[in-house]
Nanobody, 124 residues
Framework: QVQLVESGGGLVQAGGSLRLSCAAS????????MAWFRQAPGKEREFVAY????????YYADSVKGRFTVSRANAKNTVSLQMNSLKPEDTAVYYC?????????????????WGQGTQVTVSS
């Protein structure tokens, strides 16, 4: 079992920045592939960013590429999402997710563990 707790959400104006963090506990963090997803009201949960176990590989949704950066610190059991140039359409609840599998995965059903989510609201 892995427990995940997100933090760092809030209200920001368009063009601003936020940094989300996800703290993990329970099992060896470096054994888990990590990702960020988001879900806006009335919409399905969508993939945002992926980072491999070592942190050596990352992958982004086209909608956030060039604006968001995912990173992890295995020694601290944390994964972060730096979000720059935020847009109103980035408004959503953001979730971190973990999975013991290897390789790129971009759909929610591929992840076994989820945090409770943190709200990000971008005003225009």
């Amino acid at each position: 079992q892995v427990q995940l707790v997100e933090s760092g959400g809030g209200l920001v104006q368009a063009g601003g920045s936020l940094r989300l963090s996800c703290a993990a506990s329970g099992r060896t963090f470096s054994n888990y592939t990590m990702a960020w997803f988001r879900q806006a009201p009335g919409k399905e949960r969508e993939f945002v960013a992926y980072i491999s176990r070592s942190g050596g590989r990352s992958y982004y949704a086209d909608s956030v590429k060039g604006r968001f950066t995912v990173s992890r610190a295995n020694a601290k059991n944390t994964v972060s999402l730096q979000m720059n140039s935020l847009k109103p359409e980035d408004t959503a609840v953001y979730y971190c997710a973990a999975d013991a599998g290897i390789g790129l995965r971009t759909t929610p059903d591929r992840y076994d563990y989820w945090g409770q989510g943190t709200q990000v609201t971008v005003s225009s």
